[in-house]
C-alpha cells in the first residue's frame, strides 16, 4: 500500500523546476527487481531524509541519482540534465552532485589538502593556488583545517567524514547525496558530523539523505521518505511521519528504530 | 559491608618505570634464548656451527687465502688456490664483450650516465624526479642508442653482433624491466574491462605469451618475426630479442598488477568518479598510486627474474655475461678455470639482483611513511 501525501512548503521559494527527478525508475541486479518505478521529485533547497530496513534500494536509488549504478528503465533529470548512457553527460551530472560515503572513501595516499584540491585541479582545470585557498575555505568551515597536512589514516572517523563532506564541496555542488554518512562512526562522534550537515542544510543546499538519525530527519529534513523492498512506501513532512505514519509498515519500522 | 571490602580495589601509588633485569636484554641473553635454549638446541648450534666450519673455512680458504689475484696467463696461477687471473686478464671481453677496444669508452660513458640517472631517481631526497624520469625515458634512450651504435656524430658503427657480455645483459635487462612495465600495466587494466572486446584481447595474449617457455618465444622472435615486417626491413637480432622478452615478461607483469589492482577497495573508484574524474584520470591519480606500492614486491621480483633470464639469449647467438665466460672457459689456453668462471657470473648476477632486492624493500619501508593503517 502507498501512501504519498504531497510534502508541506519546502525551504525557499525556489525554481519551479525541479533539482532532481525520477520517474518511473526500476532497476536489477540480474533477476532481483531491486528499485520498483520509483517516482520522484526534489525542488531546490529541499532537504530529504529517506529511511527503510536494509536492503529496501535506498542506496542504491541514490547511487543511481549520480549512475554510480545503472538502472534499467525510467528517467533521471538532474538540474535539468537527463541521465544517458553518454559519458560526458554522466561526468556532467557528477561534477554538479556531491556524494558522501559510509565509510568515507577518502584517498589514503594523499594529504586532506590534496584530497580535497584534487578535483578542482584535474576536473575543474583550475590552477592549484587557487584551488587550495578555496579547499582551506571548505576544510575550515568543516572545522578540520588545522589537519589539513595530514594523511587520512591519521583522523578519526569523525574527522574523516567531514574531510569527506569538504571535498565533495569543493566543487561547489548544486546537491549533495549522504549514503549513511554516520552508520560507520563511533557515537561520541557522529555529532560533530551530523552538526556539519546540519549547517550544510541551513545555508540551503539541497540534500539527500539517507540516515537511521531519526534526530537528524525531525530537525532539518523538508521531507522524510519511508523505502521498503525497493518502493517509496510514504512520504510526508517530518512532524505528520513520525507522529502520525499512514502506513503498517512505516508503522512498524518506527517502533523498531525509535525504540530503544 | 564486608562485600564493599572485598569488590572494591583503589590504586594509591603509581610505579615508577624501572629498567628491565639486566640478564633479560642484551648479547647474552640472546645467544641465552636463541641459540642455547635448552638442551637440544644446544646441540643443534653447536652441530651448525660445525657444519659452518666443515663448509665456510674450506672455501674461504681456496677462494681468497690462497687464491692468485693478477697476472696475464695460467703461468701465473700457482698454489691449490682459485686462479683469479682467468677472470682480471678476460674481465674487459666479459664486460664489453666483443667491443672493439678502443671504441669502449662510449660504453663506459653510457654506463655512468645511466647510474648517475638511477641514483638521481632512487635516493629520495634529490629533487626534481620529474624532469629526472623524464630525461631517463625520453632523452637517454637515444643518447644510449646514438653512443652504443655510433653512425653518426662521427662515431664508427659497431654492429650489435659485436657487443656482449655484461655490457649486454644490462641492455637486454633494462630495455627489457622498461618496456614491460608499462605495457603491463596496460594490459592489466584491459584484462579488467568490462569492454568484451578489449578484455578478449588481453586476456588472449596474456594467456599465450605466459605459455610458452622464454626459450621458444627467442626461438621465434629470431625466426618468425622477419616474416612480419616488409621485405626490406632486417631486424637487427638483437632486436628481436628485446622484442620477445618485452613481450614475455609484459604478461607476467600484467598478472602482478591485475592482482595489485584487485586490492584496491572499490569505494576508491567510487569516490574518484563521484567527484566526476574519469577513467584515465581515476587510475593514474587514484587507484594506480596506491597499487603500485603493493605491488612492490611482485614487481621486483619479475624484474629480477628477467634478468637472470637474458642469459637465454645464447640461443639465438647473443653472448651475454654467461656465454662470454663460457666461451673463455673454452679457450684453450684457460682449461680447467670453470668453477672459477662460474663463480665470478654467479657473484655478478648476485650483486645486481640483491641490490634490486635491497632497494625493493627500502622503498616499501618509504612509502609506507603516509599510508598508516587505520
Redesign the interface.
Known amino acids: 500500500m502507498t501512501t504519498t501525501t504531497s510534502a508541506s512548503q519546502g525551504n525557499t521559494g525556489a525554481d519551479e523546476r525541479p533539482m532532481i527527478e525520477l520517474k518511473g525508475l526500476n532497476k536489477w541486479y540480474g533477476d532481483f527487481h531491486v528499485l520498483r518505478d520509483i517516482n520522484l521529485s526534489v525542488r531546490k533547497g529541499e532537504r530529504i531524509v529517506i529511511c527503510g530496513p536494509s536492503g529496501s534500494g535506498k542506496s542504491t536509488m541514490i547511487r543511481c541519482i ?3 549504478e545503472e538502472h534499467q528503465e525510467g528517467d533521471i533529470v538532474v538540474n535539468g540534465m537527463p541521465l544517458t548512457q553518454d ?1 560526458k553527460q554522466i ?1 556532467a551530472i ?2 554538479n ?3 558522501v ?1 559510509q ?1 568515507f ?5 594523499l594529504t586532506v589538502l590534496e584530497n580535497c584540491c ?2 578542482p585541479i ?2 575543474q582545470k583550475r590552477p592549484r593556488r587557487e584551488a587550495e585557498a578555496e579547499a582551506m575555505k571548505y576544510l575550515e568551515r568543516v572545522r578540520i583545517a588545522d589537519q589539513a597536512h595530514k ?1 587520512p ?2 583522523l578519526s572517523g569523525g574527522q574523516q567524514q567531514r574531510v569527506a563532506i569538504a ?2 564541496l569543493c ?1 561547489s555542488p548544486e546537491v549533495m547525496l549522504f549514503d549513511e554518512p554516520t552508520s560507520a562512526l563511533d557515537p561520541e562522534m557522529i555529532k560533530e558530523v551530523l552538526d556539519v550537515m546540519v549547517e550544510l542544510a541551513n545555508e540551503g543546499m539541497t540534500m539527500l539523505c539517507v540516515t537511521h538519525e531519526m534526530g537528524f530527519a525531525k530537525t532539518v529534513a523538508d521531507r522524510v521518505i519511508f523505502m521498503d523492498q525497493g518502493q517509496i512506501i510514504e512520504e510526508n513532512a517530518p512532524e505528520p511521519f513520525f507522529n502520525n505514519p499512514q502506513s503498517e509498515r512505516t508503522q512498524l519500522f518506527l517502533s523498531q528504530i525509535l525504540g530503544h | 559491608m564486608s562485600i564493599e571490602k572485598t569488590l572494591s580495589r583503589v590504586t594509591e601509588k603509581m610505579i615508577d618505570s624501572r629498567p628491565a633485569p639486566s640478564d633479560s636484554i642484551g648479547a647474552v641473553a640472546w645467544l641465552r634464548t636463541n641459540l642455547f635454549a635448552g638442551p637440544i638446541n644446544t646441540l643443534f648450534t653447536l652441530f651448525a656451527l660445525y657444519l659452518v666450519y666443515l663448509l665456510v673455512v674450506p672455501s674461504l680458504q681456496w677462494a681468497l687465502i690462497d687464491a692468485s689475484w693478477s697476472g696475464t696467463s695460467r703461468e701465473d696461477c700457482t698454489g691449490e688456490g682459485a686462479c683469479w687471473v682467468f677472470i682480471s686478464a678476460r674481465l674487459d671481453q666479459f664486460i664489453y664483450g666483443f667491443y672493439p677496444s678502443e671504441e669502449t669508452w662510449r660504453v663506459d660513458i653510457v654506463f655512468a650516465v645511466f647510474a648517475a640517472l638511477i641514483a638521481w631517481l632512487a635516493i629520495p631526497k634529490l629533487p626534481a624526479k620529474g624532469w629526472v624520469a623524464i630525461v631517463t625515458l625520453a632523452v637517454f634512450p637515444f643518447i644510449a642508442y646514438f653512443l652504443l651504435h655510433g653512425g653518426s656524430f662521427g662515431l664508427e658503427i659497431v654492429g650489435t653482433h659485436e657487443w656482449g657480455g655484461l655490457m649486454l645483459t644490462l641492455v637486454l635487462a633494462v630495455v627489457g624491466i622498461v618496456a614491460a612495465l608499462p605495457l603491463g600495466i596496460l594490459l592489466a587494466l584491459g584484462r579488467r574491462s568490462e569492454m568484451p572486446i578489449v578484455k578478449s584481447i588481453c586476456v588472449v595474449f596474456i594467456e599465450f605469451w605466459r605459455g610458452v617457455p622464454l626459450i621458444t618465444v627467442l626461438f621465434m622472435a629470431s625466426v618468425m618475426l622477419p616474416l612480419f615486417v616488409p621485405g626490406e626491413v632486417n631486424l637487427d637480432k638483437l632486436v628481436r630479442a628485446l622484442i620477445g622478452i618485452t613481450l614475455f615478461q609484459s604478461a607476467y607483469m600484467a598478472e602482478v598488477v591485475r592482482g595489485g589492482l584487485q586490492a584496491i ?1 572499490k ?2 573508484t ?2 574518484g ?6 577513467y584515465w ?1 581515476n587510475m593514474g ?2 587507484v594506480l ?2 597499487a603500485l ?1 603493493l605491488m612492490i614486491p611482485g614487481i621486483v621480483n619479475t624484474f629480477i627474474a628477467l634478468f637472470k633470464d637474458t642469459s637465454l639469449v645464447l640461443i639465438i647467438g647473443l653472448f651475454d655475461l654467461l656465454a662470454i665466460v663460457q666461451a673463455g672457459l673454452a679457450d684453450p689456453k684457460w682449461l680447467g678455470y670453470s668453477i672459477e668462471g662460474y663463480a665470478f657470473v654467479a657473484l655478478v648476477f648476485w650483486v645486481f639482483c640483491f641490490s634490486m632486492s635491497r632497494y625493493s624493500q627500502y622503498l616499501e619501508r618509504l612509502l609506507h611513511t ?5
Open positions: 549520480n549512475h554510480l559519458i561526468e557528477r561534477r552532485v556531491g556524494m560515503f565509510h572513501n577518502l584517498f589514503p595516499h584534487l578535483a584535474w576536473v594523511f589514516g591519521q571535498r565533495s566543487l | 577497495p569505494g576508491q567510487e569516490a568518479m563521484a567527484l566526476g574524474l574519469g584520470r591519480l587514484i598510486p596506491q606500492k603516509g599510508h598508516k593503517k587505520r
